[in-house]
């Protein structure tokens, strides 16, 4: 049974959990699909942005219950402390891996956002949701800690006593206050058409821009190195001036049109 969809139109990946009558719930066979979808991504020069969205009532409700059963019979240091992606496992690969595609990743949030769910949309580079969206860092509900490479990506988004908050209670928010804490970008009545609508937009920008942005962003927001940020923000904006993409840009700001990048 397919775990993901992936559908590429106009420089626009659409990837679709689509385990909608699970509520997307993450087994093992899901969060393999979930990695081979971004893997593929990485090196697609076509794509320009990434629309991440599920299917059915629900974005993702974390870890499918069954795992607990399974996970039981065997030595957690086998599956959670063996390195399978770099210096990630798979469960940690399932949110890490949307930051390795190299261009903007959009997740649309409806329903519930839990768990796993609430991991995998911390890795995109902006969240839309429904407001009626519930979010939960819901590990502690099971005796267990966010362990999806949330502690990645949350600290970025959130002031820290919000995630303490969250992460201490597994507390369910509704998506205007989970905008609030940081975890939310906006909210939309529509967030599936928000997400594509802004995929587009960016999709309409220089490829080797965007790209470049996103290689500074995740740098800069990862390294206390002053010296080595304003290098690489010389290094990429040297990389762009004076080539075909941002002189086509420039001619197309004159011009009054479209872009058209080759």
Known sequence: MSRVSTVIDNHVAHVTLT???KMNA???DMVEAIIAAGEALVDNDEVRAVVLSGE??????GLDLMNFAKFATQDPEDFVMKRTHGNANAFQEVSLVWRKVPVPVIAALHGVCFGGGMQIAAGADIRIAHPETKLAI???KWGLIPDMGGMVTLPHLMRADHLRRLTYTADPVLAPQAMEMGLVTELSDDPLKAAQDLA???ALKSPSATRAAKRLLEFAETSDDEDAILHLESRE???LIGKPHQLEVINANMQK???VFK
Do not use: Y
């Open 56 to 61: 059915g009532g629900a974005f993702c409700a």
């Open 138 to 140: 819901m590990e502690m």
């Open 257 to 259: 049109r479209a872009p």
């Open 237 to 239: 904006q040297a990389d």
């Open 19 to 21: 385990r909608g009558d």
């Open 26 to 28: 993450l087994d093992t």
């Open 200 to 202: 587009a937009k960016i």
